[in-house]
């Protein structure tokens, strides 16, 4: 009796952890990293960062402003990127910081519409998975709940195995 428990238990740490795994893995870049989402010092730096990366459907990316005025701006054609393009697409005021879902495979073309910031550089593009498909609807807001809900969803499998457990013995 004793050495099946052991066994249940150890079987339940095994598949919980599994899940508490799971729920880590869906990763949030904080975008420039130490630099955040600001006028780079050269004007390739945030295409570079981004390129560096690997992006998959269920990470996030977050613009986080140390200084001055900035938007995360979301434009839809590669022509609007090239050209700095303002008022397209969703804006989003990097005050607190914007964390922006990535939820399908495209190619998004990320810029600051204050200013001339996007023309010094701030300007990025992220391709989520293959890069391939519909770009995102703008209807979507940023999401701020995503990391709670994944926590919440690792807490009840925990509890949900304690009460296995209970049952089992
Ligand atoms: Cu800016």
């Not at 904080?30 to 269920?58: C, H, N």
């Not at 005050?95 to 300007?123: D, M």
Request: proline share 5%.
């Amino acid at each position: 009796m004793a050495g099946r428990l052991s066994f249940t238990v150890g079987f339940l740490i095994v598949a919980s952890a599994g899940l508490l795994h799971g729920a880590c893995a869906a990763t949030t870049y904080i975008v420039g990293d130490d630099l955040g989402w600001t006028v780079p010092p050269k004007s390739t730096y945030y295409e570079e960062w981004a390129s560096q990366r690997t992006f998959q459907i269920g990470d996030s990316i977050f613009f986080n402003s140390t200084t001055g005025n900035h938007t995360a701006t979301e434009v839809v054609t590669r022509e609007e990127y090239d050209n700095c393009t303002k008022m397209v697409g969703s804006i989003f005021d990097v005050g607190a910081g914007v964390q922006i879902p990535l939820n399908a495979n495209a190619t998004r073309y990320f810029l600051c519409s204050e200013g001339i910031h996007c023309v010094q550089g701030q300007k990025m593009i992220i391709q989520v998975g293959d890069g391939i498909g519909a770009p995102p609807s703008f209807a979507a807001p940023p999401s701020f709940a995503a990391p709670s809900l994944a926590a919440a969803t690792a807490a009840s499998a925990l509890f949900f195995s304690t009460v296995v457990i209970f049952f089992l013995n």
